[in-house]
């Protein structure tokens, strides 16, 4: 009787060490007494659990790719929406280089203009008055403009057009302009001659108005007194007034003339060689 009560004291504590001790087979996660599926619990361990089993979800996410980083040569390339054609890129439009010369050979007459009276280029004086002496200060008279004396006439209406010139019209080596300033005058004619061979040689410039006003002709006189000196010749005949200076160096000469024409008052300046 007592071995056989010793037999079992010892049974029983080994069925009581049995359960107390954890098994091998037995998950260890929330103190082993988590009972549900393994599949089940497996889930609970993942970052998300939208999709229980499936499999995909154990890959890493892929990293986005990179964006292209203004500055590295090339603009990022736009969305692209499936089943639309994406629009070519726009280019910069290209820049249109300066209106190119055309060809002067066909005359272009300037349209009627009832103030646009012709007025007779005055011949330089062949010899300076008795007791003339030159104004030393006085400049050269080479160009008008901004253009050179002799320079041909079709180089004179491609620098006309490129600088922005009014040309009214052009023929017979005559170039009509309008609306020109000189002497920080406004002149609303303007005539350049070129001579026989095809070569700049005189300008005029015409200013009118109904009235017998000589306000315009002596701002003129003023300011060519100023730069050429005295006039070297002085006529006067009624209300009609002419006036010459000489250039510097003996280069030029200018008139300045006030005269009335067909029922209007003309100042009118004439720039020669």
């Not at 209106?99 to 007779?120: A, G, L």
Request: charged share 15%; glycine share 8%.
């Amino acid at each position: 009787m007592k071995h056989s009560f010793i037999k079992k004291l010892v049974f029983i504590a080994i069925l009581i060490v049995a359960i107390l001790s954890p098994s091998p087979m037995m998950p260890q996660g929330r103190n082993g007494n988590d009972r549900r599926p393994a599949q089940e619990r497996r889930n609970d361990n993942r970052p998300t659990n939208r999709n229980p089993g499936n499999r995909h979800d154990r890959r890493p996410e892929k990293h986005p790719a990179p964006q292209r980083r203004p500055g590295n040569g090339r603009p990022a390339d736009p969305p692209r929406h499936p089943g639309h054609k994406q629009p070519a890129p726009h280019r910069p439009a290209a820049v249109r280089p300066a209106p190119r010369p055309h060809n002067w050979h066909r005359p272009s007459p300037p349209p009627p203009n009832h103030f646009r009276v012709p007025h007779r280029i005055p011949p330089r004086p062949m010899a300076p008055p008795p007791g003339y002496r030159p104004y030393v200060a006085a400049p050269a008279i080479r160009s008008i403009l901004g253009i050179t004396f002799g320079t041909v006439y079709n180089s004179v209406l491609d620098y006309l057009l490129l600088n922005g010139y009014t040309i009214d019209g052009y023929a017979n080596n005559t170039v009509y302009l309008s609306d020109v300033m000189l002497l920080n005058q406004g002149w609303p004619l303007a005539t350049l001659y070129c001579d026989s061979a095809g070569h700049l040689a005189s300008a005029q410039f015409s200013y009118y108005s109904v009235h017998n006003n000589l306000n315009r002709y002596n701002t003129i006189y003023q300011l060519l007194c100023g730069t050429y000196g005295m006039p070297v010749y002085t006529t006067t005949s009624g209300i009609t007034r002419q006036v010459t200076w000489y250039g510097g160096n003996n280069s030029g000469y200018i008139t300045l003339q006030f005269d009335r024409t067909n029922g209007n008052y003309y100042t009118t300046l004439s720039v020669c060689i």
